[in-house]
């Protein structure tokens, strides 16, 4: 474990125990009286959108989860988290690692974002990479569904994922609020709590949070690794587990903000820790030791009473760095130093019409090192910084609602060229150099209100983003891939042209919402293998290494999603119906080949049952078979995921709540097919976790 690593859990543990027994504390004085609290939280506007509606006002397709629902949905990672919402799958890298992936995109056309601004770790540059966010910190994470460019980054083509944290309080609080919860169990046998409490006068706030996880090895059914990654050399060890998948991390922050009639300015420190193994499919143990230092500051003045009617200014500085482990020794380690910002204006109606203007910067260092014999590095030292301006404003018609924005971005990514700092005598990165591009993106939308029930919404973009700097630059064997990943410094912006269209019906407490969509890419980027061996300098011919090359094709996505919760039953309790599905199709237009990864149709029911303290779930979700495959990848069969879940909220002053989450009940061998690791890590198997967690 790094030095660092252990300077950042010490504080942590104390900080658990401290913050775990000062909510009871302050709740007995200040809630003896009651006798029980409703820990539902309600409904809140859509933090990343600058007008801040609701959900069913937004043009874009948009999921939200925060409050009780949060809290039962949330998993270890992310990814799996969010997971099953529809047009979201995950790429799951076993237990520990698991990035969202929003209609069969990931890495950078998928934006992660906390509080509104860039995490700026490594994740989207390696699926072993975790996020540098822990799930257990959320209060509020939103999704956007398709292309988000024009308020969020150029390269949110994908979409956005936001995890709202409360760590700046930006609104008055008057006494003591908090929330906490410890659970134990799962199929890696999880234990692990977290504790929040924000403090406060009505002008000055404070928060702090902590949060500790511990996983043993996934149970899973059957060996990890199939026959075919058995030929492609795995080891069928171990029947039952998934080896070298434990992880220990933990986290914590301290925020302050001032708070006033019209707006508040404030700071938040944090750090999260994380050391965990990546499953390799053989006897190698493979760790990654992370840490990721975070400094956020957030200010907004509102009802300015001139044409500029409010100011938000949002911008966090973020120190990450891990270390990757072969059998316990360094081979390299990824450092990355950014900042990224955003100076937001709204301007008052312009007769109905709302909008805003705002400012995005980012400046961010990675670089990458090998250590000794077998230690390489992926990447020569890059800098990348983008500016970019936009625009987004929205018109009220009676029933219809118009909606338009563009942006326009700079972006320059510098090569420091050269070799390994660790092994002068490499030159494979070639000379210093600078790539720039100039993007634009356009998006235009309608919502159309046909009565009280039903609208129907449509969204036309164009989009364009700039490479990234693993795509142009990187020259090396990469060990969570099993390739030799080549770069291409040539490679030009991507482009593409997508129509989005969506169906809504609302009706007391019934809900349902379908979206259609196509994309069609001009030059979609992407890492595909090219058949050639090389050795472990690139050298064709001569070796075992898996040749993989970054490329543009023309690509089209076109897909569907829905959602729906129908109330089936009201009187002895209340019963709901759940129903989503959701499909998508890529296809290399060049070639007529899949897109690689993609993830086959999905559909799911459900029931959720509530009666007094008393809330159950039945949940099935069955994946389809995918032998829709690229010339490169191996077809993954179909599974069914039955989870069960049972929640009794006890008649305390501390708003308990007592739950059981049962997963995969029918114990069956799921592989993502979305991941790098579908032949040598599968999802766990039958499980049962319990906690207790609480709000006052």
């Given at each position: 474990?790094?030095?660092?690593?252990?300077?950042?859990?010490?504080?942590?543990?104390?900080?658990?125990?401290?913050?775990?027994?000062?909510?009871?504390?302050?709740?007995?004085?200040?809630?003896?009286?009651?006798?029980?609290?409703?820990?539902?939280?309600?409904?809140?506007?859509?933090?990343?959108?600058?007008?801040?509606?609701?959900?069913?006002?937004?043009?874009?397709?948009?999921?939200?989860?925060?409050?009780?629902?949060?809290?039962?949905?949330?998993?270890?990672?992310?990814?799996?988290?969010?997971?099953?919402?529809?047009?979201?799958?995950?790429?799951?890298?076993?237990?520990?690692?698991?990035?969202?992936?929003?209609?069969?995109?990931?890495?950078?056309?998928?934006?992660?974002?906390?509080?509104?601004?860039?995490?700026?770790?490594?994740?989207?540059?390696?699926?072993?990479?975790?996020?540098?966010?822990?799930?257990?910190?959320?209060?509020?994470?939103?999704?956007?569904?398709?292309?988000?460019?024009?308020?969020?980054?150029?390269?949110?083509?994908?979409?956005?994922?936001?995890?709202?944290?409360?760590?700046?309080?930006?609104?008055?609080?008057?006494?003591?609020?908090?929330?906490?919860?410890?659970?134990?169990?799962?199929?890696?046998?999880?234990?692990?709590?977290?504790?929040?409490?924000?403090?406060?006068?009505?002008?000055?706030?404070?928060?702090?949070?902590?949060?500790?996880?511990?996983?043993?090895?996934?149970?899973?059914?059957?060996?990890?690794?199939?026959?075919?990654?058995?030929?492609?050399?795995?080891?069928?060890?171990?029947?039952?587990?998934?080896?070298?998948?434990?992880?220990?991390?933990?986290?914590?922050?301290?925020?302050?903000?001032?708070?006033?009639?019209?707006?508040?300015?404030?700071?938040?420190?944090?750090?999260?820790?994380?050391?965990?193994?990546?499953?390799?499919?053989?006897?190698?143990?493979?760790?990654?030791?992370?840490?990721?230092?975070?400094?956020?500051?957030?200010?907004?003045?509102?009802?300015?009473?001139?044409?500029?009617?409010?100011?938000?200014?949002?911008?966090?500085?973020?120190?990450?760095?891990?270390?990757?482990?072969?059998?316990?020794?360094?081979?390299s380690r990824y450092l990355n130093s950014g900042v990224e910002g955003t100076l937001e204006a709204a301007h008052q109606k312009?007769?109905?019409?709302?909008?805003?203007?705002?400012?995005?910067?980012?400046?961010?260092?990675?670089?990458?090192?090998?250590?000794?014999?077998?230690?390489?590095?992926?990447?020569?030292?890059?800098?990348?910084?983008?500016?970019?301006?936009?625009?987004?404003?929205?018109?009220?018609?009676?029933?219809?609602?118009?909606?338009?924005?563009?942006?326009?971005?700079?972006?320059?990514?510098?090569?420091?060229?050269?070799?390994?700092?660790?092994?002068?005598?490499?030159?494979?990165?070639?000379?210093?150099?600078?790539?720039?591009?100039?993007?634009?993106?356009?998006?235009?939308?309608?919502?159309?209100?046909?009565?009280?029930?039903?609208?129907?919404?449509s969204n036309l973009t164009h989009t364009e983003r700039a490479p990234t700097a693993n795509e142009l630059f990187v020259n090396?064997?990469?060990?969570?891939?099993?390739?030799?990943?080549?770069?291409?410094?040539?490679?030009?912006?991507?482009?593409?042209?997508?129509?989005?269209?969506?169906?809504?019906?609302?009706?007391?407490?019934?809900?349902?919402?379908?979206?259609?969509?196509?994309?069609?890419?001009?030059?979609?980027?992407?890492?595909?293998?090219?058949?050639?061996?090389?050795?472990?300098?690139?050298?064709?011919?001569?070796?075992?290494?898996?040749?993989?090359?970054?490329?543009?094709?023309?690509?089209?996505?076109?897909?569907?999603?829905?959602?729906?919760?129908?109330?089936?039953?009201?009187?002895?309790?209340?019963?709901?119906?759940?129903?989503?599905?959701?499909?998508?199709?890529?296809?290399?237009?060049?070639?007529?080949?899949?897109?690689?990864?993609?993830?086959?149709?999905?559909?799911?029911?459900?029931?959720?049952?509530?009666?007094?303290?008393?809330?159950?779930?039945?949940?099935?979700?069955?994946?389809?078979?995918?032998?829709?495959?690229?010339?490169?990848?191996?077809?993954?069969?179909?599974?069914?995921?039955?989870?069960?879940?049972?929640?009794?909220?006890?008649?305390?002053?501390?708003?308990?709540?007592?739950?059981?989450?049962?997963?995969?009940?029918?114990?069956?061998?799921?592989?993502?097919?979305?991941?790098?690791?579908?032949?040598?890590?599968?999802?766990?198997?039958?499980?049962?976790?319990?906690?207790?967690?609480?709000?006052?």
């Open positions: 474990m790094s030095n660092s690593n252990r300077l950042a859990r010490k504080p942590i543990a104390i900080a658990i125990t401290t913050l775990f027994l000062s909510p009871l504390l302050l709740s007995a004085t200040s809630f003896a009286a009651e006798q029980q609290i409703n820990i539902d939280a309600p409904p809140v506007p859509i933090t990343g959108n600058p007008l801040g509606v609701s959900s069913d006002q937004l043009v874009v397709p948009v999921s939200i989860l925060n409050g009780r629902e949060l809290s039962l949905r949330r998993e270890s990672t992310l990814g799996e988290t969010l997971n099953g919402t529809p047009g979201v799958n995950s790429s799951y890298f076993g237990p520990n690692s698991s990035r969202p992936i929003i209609r069969g995109m990931d890495g950078d056309r998928v934006r992660m974002m906390q509080n509104g601004v860039g995490l700026l770790d490594a994740s989207a540059l390696s699926p072993d990479h975790a996020l540098g966010v822990d799930p257990f910190i959320a209060e509020q994470i939103e999704v956007i569904r398709g292309p988000a460019t024009v308020l969020y980054g150029a390269g949110a083509i994908g979409g956005v994922v936001n995890v709202i944290d409360h760590r700046i309080p930006k609104e008055p609080i008057n006494g003591a609020t908090g929330r906490g919860e410890v659970r134990y169990g799962g199929a890696d046998q999880e234990k692990g709590g977290v504790a929040v409490i924000d403090v406060g006068n009505g002008t000055f706030a404070i928060h702090a949070d902590a949060y500790q996880r511990k996983t043993e090895d996934l149970s899973i059914p059957g060996y990890a690794v199939t026959r075919r990654g058995e030929a492609d050399g795995g080891e069928r060890v171990r029947k039952g587990r998934l080896i070298n998948s434990g992880a220990e991390s933990n986290g914590g922050a301290f925020g302050a903000s001032l708070t006033f009639d019209k707006g508040h300015i404030g700071v938040s420190v944090s750090t999260a820790a994380s050391k965990y193994g990546v499953p390799t499919g053989t006897s190698e143990l493979t760790n990654i030791d992370m840490l990721s230092q975070r400094t956020e500051l957030s200010s907004e003045v509102r009802e300015l009473g001139t044409f500029v009617e409010r100011i938000k200014f949002r911008m966090a500085h973020t120190d990450y760095q891990h270390t990757e482990f072969a059998d316990k020794i360094a081979e312009i007769g109905d019409m709302s909008g805003v203007v705002g400012f995005q910067f980012e400046n961010t260092k990675l670089k990458t090192l090998g250590f000794g014999e077998h230690g390489h590095s992926l990447l020569p030292s890059t800098q990348t910084t983008r500016k970019g301006i936009y625009l987004y404003e929205e018109l009220p018609l009676d029933r219809l609602k118009l909606s338009a924005g563009g942006r326009v971005d700079k972006i320059n990514i510098r090569s420091g060229g050269g070799g390994d700092e660790h092994n002068p005598g490499e030159f494979h990165f070639g000379d210093p150099s600078s790539k720039h591009f100039n993007t634009a993106n356009l998006s235009g939308g309608a919502l159309f209100k046909l009565d009280e029930n039903w609208s129907v919404g090396g064997i990469h060990h969570a891939t099993s390739l030799y990943e080549l770069g291409n410094a040539d490679l030009k912006k991507e482009r593409s042209n997508g129509l989005d269209a969506q169906l809504r019906w609302k009706d007391a407490k019934n809900s349902f919402n379908v979206s259609a969509y196509y994309t069609r890419f001009q030059n979609f980027i992407n890492l595909y293998k090219t058949g050639v061996l090389v050795d472990e300098e690139g050298v064709e011919g001569v070796g075992v290494e898996k040749q993989a090359i970054f490329r543009g094709d023309k690509v089209t996505f076109r897909g569907m999603e829905a959602d729906g919760r129908f109330r089936i039953y009201e009187g002895s309790g209340d019963l709901d119906l759940t129903l989503r599905g959701d499909y998508v199709r890529a296809t290399n237009s060049d070639t007529g080949n899949p897109v690689p990864r993609i993830s086959p149709m999905r559909l799911g029911f459900g029931f959720d049952y509530k009666f007094n303290q008393l809330g159950a779930r039945f949940d099935v979700l069955h994946g389809f078979k995918q032998n829709r495959t690229d010339a490169e990848e191996f077809s993954t069969d179909g599974y069914t995921m039955v989870n069960a879940m049972a929640t009794y909220r006890l008649k305390t002053a501390y708003g308990l709540e007592l739950f059981a989450k049962a997963r995969n009940l029918l114990d069956q061998e799921i592989r993502d097919h979305s991941s790098f690791l579908k032949e040598i890590a599968p999802m766990g198997g039958r499980s049962l976790l319990v906690g207790v967690r609480g709000e006052f």
